[in-house]
Each structure stands twice: as structure tokens, then as C-alpha cells.
């Protein structure tokens, strides 16, 4: 069975963690939300809300950006 979460819940946490990632490689907010759009992580941050949300945003920052560079990301 799939948890439905609020899509305003989602929204937020996304913009909070674009913003977290751009600190953390020194990205602005635009940059950092490119990087992860085009490398898939945004709509894998979407798919994988319920656990994430959960989380310490450092590590989901360190396992995403590992998600990127998977998919071909530099940082």
C-alpha cells in the first residue's frame, strides 16, 4: 500500500533540499536546481519522499549527489 503525502509537504521539502545542496557544493538555488533536474534527482527525490523526509538532510545531500554522478553528474 502507498502512502500519499501532501503535495504542499513535498514541495517544500524539495525546495529545502535544492537549497541545502547548492550550500553544500556552493550552487545557487538556480544552479543547484538545474544540476539536479537534469541528472534525474528531482523526480527520484519526488519518488522517494517517504523515506527521505525522514532523514538527515547532510547524508540524503551525499547520496544524492552519489545518485548524480551515476548518471553522469560531476560534483
Same mark, same amino acid.
Given at each position: 500500500?502507498e502512502t500519499t503525502?501532501? *503535495?504542499r509537504? =513535498? #514541495?517544500? %521539502? #524539495? #525546495? &529545502?533540499f @535544492?537549497?541545502?545542496?547548492? +550550500?553544500?557544493f556552493? $550552487?545557487?538555488? &538556480? +544552479?543547484?536546481?538545474?544540476y $539536479? =533536474? !537534469? %541528472?534525474g &534527482? @528531482? !523526480?527520484? #527525490? /519526488? =519518488?522517494? %519522499?517517504?523515506?527521505?523526509? !525522514? +532523514? /538527515?538532510?547532510?547524508?540524503? *545531500?551525499e /547520496? *544524492? &549527489? !552519489? %545518485?548524480?554522478?551515476?548518471?553522469?553528474?560531476? $560534483?
Amino acid at each position: 500500500m502507498e502512502t500519499t503525502y501532501p *503535495v504542499r509537504d =513535498k #514541495i517544500e %521539502y #524539495i #525546495i &529545502a533540499f @535544492i537549497n541545502e545542496f547548492g +550550500q553544500h557544493f556552493g $550552487l545557487s538555488d &538556480a +544552479q543547484a536546481y538545474r544540476y $539536479l =533536474k !537534469t %541528472y534525474g &534527482a @528531482i !523526480t527520484n #527525490i /519526488d =519518488k522517494h %519522499y517517504g523515506a527521505l523526509h !525522514t +532523514q /538527515d538532510f547532510r547524508g540524503n *545531500v551525499e /547520496d *544524492v &549527489a !552519489t %545518485y548524480c554522478r551515476r548518471m553522469g553528474g560531476q $560534483l
